[in-house]
């Protein structure tokens, strides 16, 4: 996968301050678009469409909130704290009684859910009763009172969204409440992204439809209205829309926010290297190799299961449990994905030569404690 050129300016999209302020870090189509053949395009006049978009925009505008929150941060060595706001939308998780508020973790960041104020579409404002939050991938997850009577939209299933179909983006850029945006999926699986945030699971799904600060954890819709994506970021020469945007898929939505509420937080595996943020075709001609995939080793740590199995500096990567490897985003996330004590097999290249070893995952949340970022 080709990498994004970081002469952009790519960052995440909550909104801090007025219409004049600057910005910080802090903050699938319809039945008929998705399977049309050639023959049927002739049946998507833009009249039609135009009344899907709107259909939409109605079943989905009143589950999208506006968030505001104080946050703790630190200024001149003192206790400061500093406002933000983004977006999020309204919620109902199977199995779950209540209504949640999903948004983006880099929104509503350390705040005290009393700090935290969600703003609904009739001008109801509320505080929520809990708050989880899942820095690695951005997501946060509020619970608002158990007997709330509001507006929700269905999380969909993200894995169906095709390159081309269209979508629709909700939410409150520049604090403009309500603000629907049009475009398409413009590309999937996108990881090869640098955030200059702690995010580092990354799947995100690329998006034309005009997204700007104060965007983030608006819920990007396909045409039936379901939610397919929470968006998160924007890669821009200037700070606002350019046309690249990224959400987290609903997909991974729905596997964190269960982890969040039946333990709390999430568990993850890993081995205990430090890969190569780039792998280009320099570096793997030079290696040998005659395609640019896989995972460049840079660094493996000590006493880790990465060392424990051997493996070592300059290694690539290639194949995990024998499905081979995009890039390193690629092993990050399907490592993450694995349970503690699971043994794995990899294929790896070293010395212009292809071997396997084995490896058994470790504990993501142990390392963390160990490898203090």
Known sequence: MPRLAMTLFVGLCAYVGGLTSTWLFSGGSSAVAQNASPEQFGSLEPLRLSERFEQVARKVSPAVVAIEAVKPTIKDGKNRSMDD???????????RS?????????????ADPSRITVNLADGRLLKPTRVWTDPETDIALLKLAEDLV?????LGDSARMRVGQWV???????GLNQTVT???ISARERGQVSLGSTIRIKEFLQTDAAINPGSSGGPLVNLEGEVIGINTAIASPSGSNSGIAFSIPANLIKKITGQLLDHGKVQRGYLGVQLSPGFESSEATRLGLNSVQGALVDEVHADTPAA???LQRSDVILELDGIPLRNENDFINRISNLPPGQKVRLKIWRNKTAREIEAVVGDWNQAETRFKR
Do not use: D, M
């Open 168 to 174: 629709l983006a909700f939410g409150s850029p520049f």
């Open 85 to 95: 706001s983004g977006s999020g939308v309204l919620v109902k998780i199977p199995g």
């Open 150 to 154: 509001v507006p929700t939209v269905q």
């Open 308 to 310: 424990q199995a051997g």
């Open 98 to 110: 209540g209504v949640f508020a999903l948004t983006n973790n880099h929104v509503i960041g350390k």
């Open 182 to 184: 049009h475009g398409i």
